[in-house]
């Protein structure tokens, strides 16, 4: 089968490598429709690692990715071949403390699809998964709705941890497809007041058009000075989304006591600092987000519903061929690019 594999830095090679077997009774071959370009995938891409996680070559990354079944093993049940899905690229072990405590996406034995160490990724034609990483979707989503099904997850499963209430006002500081997630999110969950930030207009111009009710370029203004001439009081809720120490310090500045910093950003460093006498003044709270927990199906039917659509992420479109050209455009934030979608199998 194809494969788009990353052979050094900036580099990447479409080439044949053998297509992978079911492995176990409860395996689903899947041909891979569309994968969505992530910004993890674009740190390996550019660096080789993220924190211990170090990539070895040839590496297939991917891992935002929509499928069909091709083969279901014997014991599979619930899928069968054409059935199309949405993947969730966490393979939990079920057995350990986490995964019996409803927490697989802190499972300690995880393995995550196109992870150095971990599992080969989906930037190929086939990929074998357990079942349980499979969610059905309807007929009438796209393979790149479907594919965007596991970022929106991740925003849904920040906005949940945050425990958003009507009315609030919030900021999120990065407006990438990740910080667009959340937004999406809190605003499909309560009729939040969001304030939102980035370094990019075009992303500002999207997020002002899937509901911020005021965007700024942290580049060209002081965008804590803005907010909180908005909102004197502070904001309620803070999610990190650009993963920069300086974002996270307008967070703390931002809230108001009793807040909550809910970060969902990957920062490229391996540490980071917090104003402690602030944070402990107004009695902050930090929540991180690990993946997403039980929020697939429900993003599933957010997306099948009409209630959230995803559709104005997906700026860019590429064959498997042209993966190179895609990783190279998303570094760059070439062309106004928010979400770049690889089409393997999907004609679309
Ligand atoms: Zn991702
Ligand atoms: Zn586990």
């Known amino acids: 089968m194809k494969a788009a594999l990353l052979t050094r830095l900036r580099e990447i090679e479409v080439r044949d490598v053998p297509e992978p077997q079911l492995y176990g009774p409860r395996d689903v071959l899947l041909r891979i429709d569309a994968v969505g370009v992530c910004g993890s995938d674009v740190h390996y891409y550019k660096t080789g690692r993220i924190g211990a996680a170090v990539v070895k070559y040839p590496f297939m990354m991917g891992h ?190 931002l809230l108001k006591p009793g807040g909550t910093l809910v970060i969902v950003g990957i920062p490229e460093v391996d540490g980071v600092s917090f104003p402690i006498h602030t944070l402990r003044r107004k009695e902050l709270t930090i929540k991180n987000v690990r993946r997403q927990n039980h929020c697939m199906a429900p993003a599933i039917e957010l997306v099948s519903s009409g209630t959230i659509d995803v559709n104005p992420l997906i700026t860019h479109h590429f064959a498997l061929q042209e993966t190179g050209s895609a990783f190279e455009m998303v570094s760059n934030y070439r062309d106004g690019i928010i979400k770049a979608m690889i089409h393997v199998a999907d004609k679309a």
């Open 64 to 253: 935002e990715c929509a499928g069909t079944v091709e083969k279901a093993g014997s014991e599979v049940r619930g899928l069968r071949p054409g059935q199309r899905v949405a993947i969730d690229p966490l393979v939990a072990c079920g057995h350990c403390d986490q995964c019996r405590s409803g927490r697989p996406n802190t499972c300690r034995n995880q393995r995550f699809l196109g992870q150095p160490g971990e599992l080969s990724g989906s930037l190929a034609e086939y990929v074998v998964l357990p079942q349980e990483c499979c969610y059905p979707v309807p007929e009438s989503m796209t393979a790149g709705q479907a594919a965007m099904i596991e970022p929106l997850s991740i925003g849904l499963h920040a906005q949940r941890l945050a425990h958003l209430e009507t009315g609030s006002a919030i900021a999120i500081l990065g407006s990438g497809p990740i910080g667009l997630s959340v937004l999406l999110a809190c605003r499909a969950a309560s009729e939040c007041m969001a304030y939102t930030t980035d370094l990019i207009d075009g992303r500002l111009k999207m997020a002002a058009e899937l509901g911020a009710v005021w965007t700024g370029n942290a580049e060209q203004r002081d965008v804590v000075k803005a907010i909180c001439e908005a909102e004197p009081a502070g904001v309620e809720i803070v999610f990190e989304c650009a993963g920069e120490q300086e974002t996270l310090n307008q967070a703390v500045e």
